[in-house]
């Protein structure tokens, strides 16, 4: 294998008790699985939730949805969009759950709800700040759900827009949706909460909790770390050394020469590039573990290949284990420290991660 991730499950199940822990409260823990997974993995994931009684799934599409059926059929599905009318009748015929966000997403799976003369079990998502998704005017769609004979609101929800870095902003979106649930009629579920709002008592409502980024070991505020939430992470990215070759001093390393060697120095040439899934941003800029040493990426990363400084002091051999993201030794590069480097959030990096590359439960 070129490059690898190494799912740890054991950490995943730690997580999850740390969450069932902070969520006492709750009903039922809605683990997002989307995109993949956050790129970890849907059926491994999902396996092993629905192993440690984890009922309810949350997904981006019709697509992830049809995969979560195959695999762990038992599983309630959310897919968290409202749908395009082709794709409503299969949601429905297979009981997946669905936003809807407007009177036209509600008509739209009444009419097609009436067709099959089935039910659609839909949560309704209000809008309380994040302004994507959900709706602001509700009386209307209130109206037409308790009038009509196919839908069974099953859930009522909203999503914190910073949780993790606003908390008056967050109170604000709590009492809005506080404030709207007064005319709600009674429904099985009420989510709100994300991985930012459970380590936060004061931003807990509802009677279940939706959460990706803890599950997978990372932290949702800018300012603290996984540790620091006793959250531990799951997925280790590695590759092997396929190359050592010493260049002369002065010489260019890479596309647009923009790393040259300033003595005699050894370089290490890796397997991977940014179509698996390295970020190019990297270039000249990341960090690698070889033999528990950190490496700087040397140059330009290209599409399959990338190139980093080896240390004069160590010796190497073609097959030697590096380490892009977890621990090696004593030292460990997480997804949080990569995000800062690159200015931008841990989901980005891993959910970008291809779905070819390989993940190895360990």
């Known amino acids: 294998m070129n490059t690898w991730l190494e799912i740890n499950l054991a950490h995943l199940s730690h997580n999850l008790r740390v969450i069932r822990k ?50 762990q059929p038992q599983g309630k599905i959310i897919i968290l969009r409202s749908l395009f009318k082709n794709e409503i009748g299969k949601a429905i015929k297979n009981r997946w759950r ?58 009522v929800c909203s999503h914190y827009a910073a949780a993790g870095s606003d908390k008056n902003f967050s109170l604000e979106q709590k009492r809005r949706f506080e404030k709207i649930q007064k005319i709600f009629p009674p429904v099985e579920l009420i989510h709100m909460i994300n991985s930012a709002a459970l380590f936060q008592r004061e931003l807990h ?9 803890s599950l997978y070991g990372f932290s949702p ?14 997925m280790s990215w590695k590759t092997h050394l396929l190359l050592i070759k010493k260049l002369p001093a002065n010489i260019s390393v890479g596309y647009g020469r923009t790393f040259k060697t300033k003595k005699s120095q050894k370089i290490g040439i890796l ?37 980093v400084a080896l240390h004069d002091s160590l010796k190497y051999k073609k097959g030697d284990e590096v380490v892009i993201l977890g621990k090696q030794k004593t030292n460990s590069i997480t997804l949080e420290s990569q995000a800062n480097l690159l200015q931008t959030i841990p989901y980005e990096i891993c959910a970008t991660i291809p779905q070819n590359i390989k993940r190895i439960p360990k």
């Open 22 to 71: 902070r969520a006492q409260f709750a009903k039922e823990i809605i683990a997002v699985v989307k995109t993949n997974a956050y790129g970890h993995g849907l059926e491994l994931i999902t396996k092993k939730l629905y192993q440690s009684r984890v009922r309810w799934f949350a997904v981006a599409d019709i697509d992830e949805a049809e995969k979560i059926s195959f695999v």
């Open 98 to 155: 669905f936003l809807i966000s407007s009177l036209q997403d509600a008509k739209e799976a009444d009419f097609f709800a009436s067709q099959q003369k089935n039910k659609a079990f839909i949560h309704w998502k209000i809008d309380t700040g994040l302004s994507r998704l959900g709706s602001l005017d509700h009386n209307q769609i209130l109206n037409f759900i308790k009038n009509s004979q196919n839908l069974n609101l099953e859930g």
């Open 205 to 213: 409502l509802g009677n279940a909790v939706r959460v990706g980024a």
């Open 221 to 234: 505020f800018p300012q603290k770390t996984a540790s620091n939430l006793d959250l531990m992470p799951v």
């Open 271 to 307: 397997p991977l590039g940014y179509s698996q899934g390295l970020n190019i941003r990297l270039s000249n800029l990341g960090k690698l573990l070889i033999q528990g040493k950190f490496h700087s990426i040397a140059g330009r990363i290209a599409m399959n290949l990338t190139a």
